[in-house]
């Protein structure tokens, strides 16, 4: 009877130890080099088996009190086997810089046909304020790890940030994106080929960056990031957008450095279920923030939740555990 007690207790901590192991740690992801990983997405790299998660890069750890700190970035690089567990990898080589100082930001990756396509946000420099020209160019790879520069994109202006790229059908894609000249609203453009788009104006008046696109139990959502949670859209036609009432990631969490707003995000629809992939600044939590300007205020690091549908609208539990296992799309 003694073994048979024994041999219970011992399977049941292997259970539960088993599935601790598959939980996804608080943060996901700290970049080890500057400490600032924001605005991810997440894509399978077919010639490696693993999943690949490009951002932008920002340079927390350098002294700077103005906004230089967010530009001079390039895109960082990590890989994960399952989307639990992500290790630092390198820097994408990226062959468009022709400006000295360059920034890369908020990159958006697809796949066809073999071919990975960048969509990535360009500043001809880096500057202490705002007030600088910013496209959208595009850029092709076969491994996701070196890229070279096609266009840049005829967008409405050169004051457009944040590419999100959704396949609509077989012979359309659709790219939404942020005007900043227009109260910062997300307008839209269209293509055939992923090589030449048609801008089409604006599609949602809200305010807002980070546009992210997804389909899920029959319906499709576009997150944006409002700075003060992340709001939601949902569409029937990828057209007509309808505004939920209830934002996201809006309350500080529980988990280690999820105590302040998500920011930017990548959703990963995989085996059913939907993750999002966003950002947090640890030091800006409104109960205990950081020295303005200090590196605790403009550390960031990249954590993950599920996304779960419940009567007709998307929510976010951020302390809830996350098992997450991601299978070969």
């Given at each position: 009877m003694k073994r048979i007690i024994v041999s219970v207790l011992l399977l049941l901590f292997c259970t539960a130890t088993d599935a601790q192991n598959k939980i996804a740690p608080k943060p996901l992801f700290d970049d080890p080099v500057y400490h600032g990983a924001a605005d991810p997405v997440i894509i399978y790299n077919k010639a490696k088996k693993k999943w690949w998660m490009l951002y932008t890069n920002r340079r927390a750890a350098i002294i700077d009190s103005t906004v230089q700190w967010v530009h001079g970035t390039r895109?960082?690089?990590?890989?994960?086997?399952?989307?639990?567990?992500?290790?630092?990898?390198?820097?994408?080589?990226?062959?468009?810089?022709?400006?000295?100082?360059?920034t890369h930001w908020?990159?958006?990756?697809?796949?066809?046909?073999?071919?990975?396509?960048?969509?990535?946000?360009?500043?001809?420099?880096?500057?202490?304020?705002?007030?600088?020209?910013?496209?959208?160019?595009?850029?092709?790879?076969?491994?996701?790890?070196?890229?070279?520069?096609?266009?840049?994109?005829?967008?409405?202006?050169?004051?457009?940030?944040?590419?999100?790229?959704?396949k609509v059908n077989d012979s359309l894609w659709r790219m939404w994106y942020n005007n900043e000249k227009d109260g910062k609203s997300i307008y839209y453009a269209d293509?055939?080929?992923?090589?030449?788009?048609?801008?089409?104006?604006?599609?949602?008046?809200?305010?807002?960056?980070?546009?992210?696109?997804?389909?899920?139990?029959?319906?499709?959502?576009?997150?944006?990031?409002?700075?003060?949670g992340m709001e939601i859209f949902s569409s029937t036609d990828l057209l007509n957008w309808k505004k939920q009432p209830q934002r996201i990631l809006e309350n500080p969490g529980k988990g280690k450095d999820d105590q302040a707003i998500g920011g930017h995000c990548d959703v990963v629809v995989n085996d059913g279920k939907a993750y999002i992939f966003y950002f947090t600044h640890p030091g800006r939590r409104k109960d205990q923030p950081a020295a303005r300007g200090s590196f605790d205020d403009k550390r960031s690091v990249i954590q993950l939740a599920e996304l779960k549908y419940v009567n007709g609208e998307i929510i976010c539990d951020r302390d809830a555990p996350v098992s997450i296992k991601l299978q070969r799309p």
């Open positions: 895109i960082g690089i990590a890989e994960s086997k399952d989307g639990r567990i992500w290790k630092y990898k390198d820097t994408a080589s990226i062959n468009y810089r022709p400006d000295e100082g360059y908020a990159p958006d990756v697809i796949e066809h046909n073999g071919t990975y396509h960048m969509y990535l946000t360009y500043v001809p420099g880096t500057f202490k304020d705002w007030n600088h020209p910013r496209v959208i160019v595009h850029l092709t790879s076969s491994d996701l790890q070196n890229w070279n520069y096609q266009s840049t994109l005829k967008l409405v202006n050169e004051k457009v940030i944040d590419a999100c790229v959704f293509s055939k080929d992923l090589y030449n788009w048609i801008d089409k104006g604006k599609a949602i008046a809200a305010r807002g960056e980070g546009p992210k696109t997804f389909y899920f139990e029959g319906k499709y959502f576009m997150i944006i990031d409002a700075w003060k």
